[in-house]
């Protein structure tokens, strides 16, 4: 067991209460809330180093509440407790991790009740003697890369300037072989880090498995009963993989309307928060960013599936996960046992990889079809309401996303520019996780650039 509590002088808190003003009190319940899940997941999960996350990332995220907070960490329950000085039990947020299903905010739960939803755990491994993506292999040499020129770009990422990006993990495929990675400080090709929204090409990847199942209509009346026989009725599930499902919503965790911080960090419920949002413009015709359309895109898929956390982990193991060769995967779940679609997939950087090999190549997984053919074409396919935006991923319309790369690069994106950049045209991905915080900012261009520029011409 261990204690970690930050304090100040009571003179201190009165002067930050001051400056801070009333926004700071209205934030105080989502970045403890934000403190206890990440610290969770970040310890416990990503086994990260305990003084970098919560000194460098976690309490940046949330200034100036890291001055106000007191953290107590539970090795032997495996539980995070994160309260302020100030409030007290008033703001307390407690965190519970269970191994193969990451952190869970317990909110009115109990430890007892989140350990019945635990369906028994599947213990395939990788081969340890083939190459990736099959295994741990050693990786070929790729004739013709200039592997000097590659890992300087690749070095390049990591360095850390007056505003550090805190670089923490890059990836390099080129056709289909990984021809470079690095790691930060504590971080290897084993460490497990979040997606953020990068999870939510997941879960479209996932309703797309049901799709070319036969078992979701895309263009179809969205399966949710709590819409039916109200003017939610004609919201689609097109609708809701395009962001455009026309449902009031502000993508932020701060200020008076913080629902992206809502959903992930004061409730149990995620995607009960999202139908219940009320309907503002007309479904398909405005692109509103939503963590709660993905919320409820991976409910659907639970309710498909067989209605329970236990289905959704066989789904998503049994599905995709392992036919790609991902074992050691995590996809959390909601306090309810719901799947947290839109932000909380945890992958080491050879498996996000994979994940962008498996649309790269259509759909196929040298052999097994995982994603049909159309599927991919579908979710590559600029949107209507936004054309730079597909099914739950990026694409490079007219190249206004990056106007650096060619118009066939897509990526999935997420929080602190996380990215799995896939470039069609050179037969590349590009994978870079880290905890870039606001007001920084990571050059992409820069590392994208110098990756092509050390391949074949």
Same mark, same amino acid.
């Given at each position: 067991?261990?204690?970690?509590?930050?304090?100040?002088?009571?003179?201190?808190?009165?002067?930050?209460?001051?400056?801070?003003?009333?926004?700071?009190?209205?934030?105080?319940?989502?970045?403890?809330?934000?403190? %206890?899940?990440?610290?969770?997941?970040?310890? @416990?999960?990503?086994?990260?180093?305990?003084?970098?996350?919560?000194?460098?990332?976690?309490?940046?995220?949330?200034?100036?509440?890291?001055?106000?907070?007191?953290?107590?960490?539970?090795?032997?329950?495996?539980?995070?407790?994160? $309260?302020?000085?100030?409030?007290?039990?008033? $703001?307390?947020?407690?965190?519970?991790?269970?191994?193969? @299903?990451?952190?869970?905010?317990?909110?009115?739960?109990?430890?007892?009740?989140?350990?019945?939803?635990?369906?028994?755990?599947?213990?395939?491994?990788?081969?340890?003697?083939?190459?990736?993506?099959?295994?741990?292999?050693?990786?070929?040499?790729?004739?013709?890369?200039?592997? %000097?020129?590659?890992?300087?770009?690749?070095?390049?990422?990591?360095?850390?300037?007056?505003?550090?990006?805190?670089?923490?993990?890059?990836?390099?495929?080129?056709?289909?072989?990984?021809?470079?990675?690095?790691?930060?400080?504590?971080?290897?090709?084993?460490?497990?880090?979040?997606?953020?929204?990068?999870?939510?090409?997941?879960?479209?990847?996932?309703?797309?498995?049901? %799709?070319?199942?036969?078992?979701?209509?895309?263009?179809?009346?969205?399966?949710?009963?709590?819409?039916?026989?109200?003017?939610?009725?004609?919201?689609?599930?097109?609708?809701?993989?395009?962001?455009?499902?026309?449902?009031?919503?502000?993508?932020? %965790?701060?200020?008076?309307?913080?629902?992206?911080?809502?959903?992930?960090?004061?409730?149990?419920?995620?995607?009960?928060?999202?139908?219940?949002?009320?309907?503002?413009?007309?479904?398909?015709?405005?692109?509103?960013?939503?963590?709660?359309?993905?919320?409820?895109?991976?409910?659907?898929?639970?309710?498909?599936?067989?209605?329970?956390?236990?289905?959704?982990?066989? @789904?998503?193991?049994?599905?995709?996960?392992?036919?790609?060769?991902?074992?050691?995967?995590?996809?959390?779940?909601?306090?309810?046992?719901?799947?947290?679609?839109?932000?909380?997939?945890?992958?080491?950087?050879?498996?996000?990889?994979?994940?962008?090999?498996?649309?790269?190549?259509?759909?196929?997984?040298?052999? /097994?079809?995982?994603?049909?053919?159309?599927?991919?074409?579908?979710?590559?396919?600029?949107?209507?309401?936004?054309?730079?935006?597909?099914?739950?991923?990026?694409?490079? /319309?007219?190249?206004?996303?990056?106007?650096?790369?060619?118009?066939?690069?897509?990526?999935?994106?997420? @929080?602190?520019?996380?990215?799995?950049?896939?470039?069609?045209?050179?037969?590349?991905?590009?994978?870079?996780?880290?905890?870039?915080?606001?007001?920084?900012?990571?050059?992409?261009?820069?590392?994208?650039?110098?990756?092509?520029?050390?391949?074949?011409?």
């Amino acid at each position: 067991m261990s204690i970690v509590i930050n304090t100040i002088k009571a003179g201190s808190c009165a002067t930050l209460l001051l400056v801070s003003g009333c926004d700071l009190i209205k934030d105080i319940p989502v970045g403890i809330g934000y403190a %206890a899940k990440n610290i969770c997941s970040s310890y @416990f999960l990503s086994e990260l180093d305990y003084d970098t996350l919560t000194k460098e990332h976690v309490a940046p995220q949330i200034a100036p509440l890291g001055a106000l907070w007191k953290i107590h960490v539970d090795e032997d329950k495996q539980t995070v407790q994160v $309260n302020d000085i100030i409030f007290g039990n008033a $703001n307390t947020y407690t965190a519970y991790y269970r191994e193969g @299903f990451g952190c869970t905010l317990l909110h009115d739960s109990t430890i007892a009740k989140l350990d019945q939803q635990i369906p028994l755990r599947y213990t395939e491994t990788e081969s340890p003697s083939e190459p990736w993506p099959f295994g741990k292999g050693e990786n070929p040499i790729i004739a013709g890369v200039d592997y %000097a020129q590659l890992d300087d770009a690749v070095d390049n990422a990591f360095i850390q300037l007056e505003d550090p990006a805190n670089t923490l993990a890059v990836a390099v495929i080129y056709k289909g072989n990984l021809i470079a990675e690095q790691y930060a400080d504590g971080v290897d090709e084993d460490t497990r880090l979040i997606g953020w929204s990068m999870t939510k090409s997941f879960t479209a990847t996932m309703i797309g498995k049901l %799709a070319d199942d036969g078992l979701l209509n895309i263009t179809g009346s969205a399966p949710v009963p709590e819409w039916q026989g109200t003017n939610k009725e004609a919201i689609t599930i097109e609708h809701l993989l395009h962001m455009a499902s026309g449902l009031e919503w502000s993508e932020t %965790a701060q200020g008076d309307t913080p629902d992206q911080g809502n959903i992930l960090f004061l409730n149990e419920d995620f995607a009960k928060y999202y139908i219940e949002k009320p309907l503002l413009d007309e479904p398909g015709t405005v692109h509103n960013y939503s963590t709660g359309s993905s919320a409820l895109l991976s409910r659907i898929v639970q309710d498909q599936v067989g209605g329970t956390l236990a289905d959704t982990y066989r @789904f998503v193991n049994e599905e995709i996960l392992h036919p790609i060769n991902i074992y050691e995967g995590v996809l959390e779940f909601d306090t309810v046992g719901q799947p947290s679609g839109g932000a909380n997939l945890y992958l080491s950087a050879r498996d996000w990889a994979k994940l962008g090999q498996l649309y790269l190549n259509g759909g196929d997984w040298y052999g /097994n079809q995982v994603l049909s053919q159309d599927w991919v074409d579908y979710a590559l396919t600029p949107s209507i309401a936004k054309p730079t935006y597909g099914a739950q991923l990026w694409v490079n /319309n007219n190249q206004e996303s990056w106007p650096y790369l060619p118009e066939s690069t897509f990526a999935f994106t997420g @929080f602190h520019k996380q990215i799995v950049l896939v470039i069609p045209e050179h037969d590349l991905i590009i994978v870079r996780l880290g905890v870039t915080l606001r007001g920084t900012d990571f050059d992409l261009s820069g590392l994208s650039e110098g990756v092509i520029a050390s391949l074949p011409e």
